[in-house]
């Protein structure tokens, strides 16, 4: 029962429940469908900033390209959806009807033939995560194997960022352009833009969000995870043990890149459009703030950090638009200046003490008031010592 | 060149530097069951040398064997799977890792990335960290996060990770660097007792530990060996004396 109750403690068991009970239960009761869409939304970007965790929380590679995957993975869907909402009859004012309408804008006649395993919902799902996640593989290959790293890395995630939107908006006729794919309406004949559609894409990206979640959460604890933070901290000591570095940082980078399409997938499907401005550098770098502002280190603490700059942004973009830039920046610097674990490193080093303070005279009155009685002995093997910088010991989800 | 019986053949090892020659046509045989000392003076290229034989750095020219196999053209990885573990200078272990995660990721099992997602720390693995750690002195330690060890207790950490990979050629560079005597005594004991059953280089300045420990001693002074044998001999050598033992 011990072992169980440690094993709850150290697996992070209980923010996980927490944040599932909120988006699961939470929300949905207490907001109307518009809210709750937009709730949605922003969860589709917390898939990565989860997926940032595991990249440049655990494993200390910094990517500032994280958008090229999140609208990869939104354009494969968007690619099916366009292609079931351009059917001949719907598109028959077409000068050729039965191609999307940009193509067809574009005085393409036929669709290309890339385009066409798109007509197929597991070839496009496959895709979701397949292209993002191949994409990533070579990307990573070629520089980890290389040994670019750090600054140079998050420099070429840049550089791949502007060429995809560059190529987006130049290829107009083959993916919409600068608007992007946009007038989505039916998956298999079923209205995405209902509101029960609404609700249940909610759960559903809900759903594959804590799925996710705890697949990082499983990665994290396995042996792969304590390789991906010692590598962070001492790269050589891991590759002259053995290891070859470059293929774990790789398989950091492609799960990523996966999860990341998985959001931007649903993004897609709640939202009903994907355009080349969630694939560029900037939208790239707000995804990075979402991380940091949650805490690079805890993956629940990214999905808040992502609901909370989210939130901040609709609001201030409302009332201030112009502020709200200059806000994020400041955030950013504070957090990283301030608080480099973010809202997690803030609740680990100051609410639960708070707690456990608070909860201590209680518990154990005996053991302090006597004075002669013997300091209380570790009770736990397990037991996290009280501050550990960015160890495992010391993390939870 | 011809096979030999030698764990470790090193011959015309050469390696620049922009021109200046760190490793300069460096000839070296190490045997199987050998504990080697390597001494010199500071910038005589002891370092540089490890680095080529563990790959660090990639030779210009001359050939490393280990047990007969090339190592020159090898990846890190590769090499230390062949059977060549090496201590850095600088005690080089995970801080934020308690001694026994330190251990247990240095034991070579889930090595490779789907290895590593299926790693299970077996009663195998737990008994292999207990008895390195008996070995190196830390069996009462395990719990407790790297980064408290103090200075010796860290060295001997590192030694343990290299120890749970069962190499067949140890390298250890100056493993006593900030040690208080009574450490020093006990890393010399420790040594004594790793050298069974395989060969180990290790890069010394301390001469009372150099004399405790070592079989065989080679002197390097410019990327070049100056004069190798017993304790005994090299002391008394008068180009040793010169550039090395005379300051
Ligand atoms: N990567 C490098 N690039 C340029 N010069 C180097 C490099 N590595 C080593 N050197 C030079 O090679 C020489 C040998 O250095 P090395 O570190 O091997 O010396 P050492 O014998 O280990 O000295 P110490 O006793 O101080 O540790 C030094 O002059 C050093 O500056
Ligand atoms: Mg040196």
């Given at each position: 029962m011990d072992a169980f109750k440690s094993w709850i403690a150290r697996s992070g068991t209980g923010s996980i429940l927490l944040l599932a009970l909120l988006i699961v239960v939470v929300f949905p009761l207490t907001m109307d469908i518009f809210r709750l869409n937009l709730v949605g939304k922003y969860l589709t970007y917390a898939f990565v900033a989860v997926g940032l965790v595991m990249l440049w929380g655990y494993g200390g590679i910094l990517s500032l390209g994280q958008g090229v995957f999140f609208g990869l993975g939104g354009y494969m869907m968007a690619m099916f959806l366009k292609l079931e909402a351009s059917d001949p009859e719907a598109t028959k004012i077409q000068s050729t009807p039965g191609i999307p309408d940009f193509m067809d804008w574009n005085q393409l006649t036929e669709l290309p033939l890339w385009w066409e395993p798109f007509r197929h919902l597991p070839l496009a799902l496959i895709a979701v995560v397949a292209v993002p996640m191949v994409l990533a593989f070579i990307i990573s290959f070629a520089m980890f194997k290389r040994r670019v790293g750090g600054v140079y890395f998050a420099i070429i995630t840049q550089a791949v960022a502007l060429i995809l939107t560059v190529l987006i908006i130049g290829q107009q006729g083959y993916t919409g352009g600068v608007n992007g794919i946009t007038d989505l309406r039916t998956l298999l004949g079923w209205d995405i833009r209902d509101d029960s559609a609404k609700l249940i894409l909610y759960f559903v990206n809900a759903g594959l969000l804590i799925g996710v979640i705890v697949l990082c959460r499983w990665i994290q604890m396995s042996k792969l995870g304590t390789l991906l933070l010692a590598m962070r901290d001492k790269e050589d000591r891991v590759r002259f043990s053995g290891y070859d570095v470059a293929m774990f940082k790789v398989f950091a980078f492609v799960l990523a890149a996966g999860i990341s399409a998985i959001g931007g997938a649903m993004f897609t499907l709640q939202v009903g459009f994907m355009s080349p401005s969630f694939v560029g550098i900037v939208p790239s770098i707000e995804m990075v703030i979402f991380a940091a502002v949650g805490g690079r280190m805890s993956l629940v603490g990214a999905v808040y950090g992502a609901l909370l700059v989210n939130f901040g942004k609709t609001y201030f973009s409302e009332s201030a638009p112009d502020l709200w830039l200059f806000l994020m920046a400041a955030l950013f610097i504070g957090v990283v200046l301030a608080f480099p674990n973010g809202l997690a490193g803030l609740y680990e080093s100051h609410v639960k003490p708070w707690f456990a303070r608070r909860k201590a005279p209680k518990a154990a009155p005996a053991a302090i008031e006597p004075p002669a009685a013997p300091p209380?002995?570790?009770?736990?093997?397990?037991?996290?010592?009280?501050?550990l910088p960015g160890g495992v010991q010391g993390q939870s989800a | 060149m011809s096979n030999t019986d030698f764990v470790l053949a090193i011959e015309d090892l050469t390696v620049s530097f922009d021109g200046f020659k760190a490793i300069d046509a460096l000839t070296l045989y190490?045997?199987?069951?050998?504990?080697?000392?390597?001494?010199g003076p500071n910038g005589a290229g002891k370092t540089t040398l490890l680095d080529l034989i563990c790959g660090k750095t990639k030779a210009s020219a001359g050939s490393i064997k280990f047990k007969n196999q090339e190592m020159t053209r090898l990846a890190e990885h590769k090499i230390v799977r062949a059977g060549v573990g090496r201590k850095f200078q600088t005690p080089s272990i995970y801080e934020n890792l308690s001694v026994f995660k330190n251990l247990e990721v240095s034991f070579p099992q889930g090595r490779s990335v789907l290895g590593a997602l299926g790693f299970r720390c077996t009663d195998e693995v737990k008994e292999r960290v207990q008895s390195v750690a008996t070995e190196i002195g830390l069996a009462d330690a395990l719990d407790t996060e790297a980064g408290l060890l103090s200075h010796g207790q860290k060295?001997?950490?590192?030694?343990?990770?290299?120890?749970?990979?069962?190499?067949?050629?140890?390298?250890?560079?100056e493993p006593i660097a900030g040690m208080s005597v009574r450490e020093r005594e006990l890393t010399a004991d420790l040594l004594q007792r790793i050298c069974k059953g395989r060969s180990v280089i290790v890069i010394e300045h301390d001469m009372d530990f150099v004399k405790r420990i070592a079989h065989k001693v080679t002197v390097m002074h410019q990327g070049k060996i100056l004069a190798e044998g017993s304790m005994e001999k090299v002391q008394a050598d008068p180009k040793v004396i010169d550039v090395y033992l005379g300051h």
């Open positions: 209380p002995a570790p009770s736990h093997k397990s037991a996290p010592p009280a501050t | 190490v045997d199987r069951g050998e504990l080697r000392v390597i001494i060295q001997w950490l590192e030694i343990g990770m290299l120890l749970m990979q069962e190499p067949e050629l140890l390298m250890l560079d």
